[in-house]
């Protein structure tokens, strides 16, 4: 198994040391021949924006989309998420087009300015019993999932902050911002 950290953006530090805490050691995937190299993905939090328009200039958006959820299990953390969903709402005037692989509606920054971050104990049933610690920042919201789309976990709202279809899985919150590795260790088994 090569896990793989996409790097062009935003928190791959962490995810990177937390997967090393576990006795992975990942690859940093910046160019099409180190995603070649890589049969797992985690795409960070970070900017969307950003890593979409790097996705682009690196050429990496064809073949993540070709193999996104078949022989590339895929995870996208918060803005990982945006650029895994089918559908995204606010995005910026000219923004950048994401992978649109995972058939899941995502808003940006869904929490308005005051709810901006924030923390707290998330119940997600593959996990066990144990809550999770979920940290949100600046965190998009999971609107509406297709009918193949299990959601994993939900704030007391209501509202999915964690999904899965088949080997592709997104998640609104920060696991590699706690020390609770039960979020990196599901993935290695998507
Ligand atoms: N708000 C950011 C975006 O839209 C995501 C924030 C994050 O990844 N922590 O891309």
């Not at 940093?28 to 797992?40: G, M, S, T, Y």
């Not at 960070?44 to 989309?65: K, N, V, W």
């Not at 650029?83 to 087009?97: E, H, N, S, Y």
């Not at 992978?99 to 049933?125: C, H, K, W």
Request: net charge neutral; glycine share 10%; with cysteine.
């Amino acid at each position: 198994m090569n896990v793989g950290i996409l790097a062009l953006q935003g928190d791959v530090r962490e995810h990177s040391e937390i997967l090393r805490r576990i006795g992975v050691r990942p690859v940093e995937v910046r160019l099409p021949k180190h995603l070649a190299a890589v049969d797992r993905l985690i795409i960070p939090g970070g900017e969307s924006t950003a890593i979409g328009r790097l996705l682009t200039l690196y050429d990496l958006i064809a073949p993540l989309r070709a193999r996104a959820g078949r022989d590339l299990a895929i995870w996208g953390t918060c803005a990982g998420a945006i650029l895994l969903a089918r559908t995204v709402l606010d995005m910026k005037q000219g923004g950048q087009p994401g992978l649109e692989v995972m058939d899941i509606t995502v808003r940006r920054n869904a929490y308005g300015s005051q709810l901006d971050s924030f923390e707290l104990p998330l119940n997600m049933p593959v996990l066990g019993d144990e809550p999770l610690p979920g940290v949100f920042i600046r965190a998009p919201q999971i609107e509406s999932v297709g009918p193949t789309v299990r959601v994993l976990a939900r704030l007391p709202s209501g509202a999915v902050v964690a999904a899965q279809q088949g080997r592709m899985m997104a998640t609104t919150f920060h696991p590699e911002l706690t020390s609770d590795d039960r979020v990196h260790r599901y993935f290695l088994e998507l």
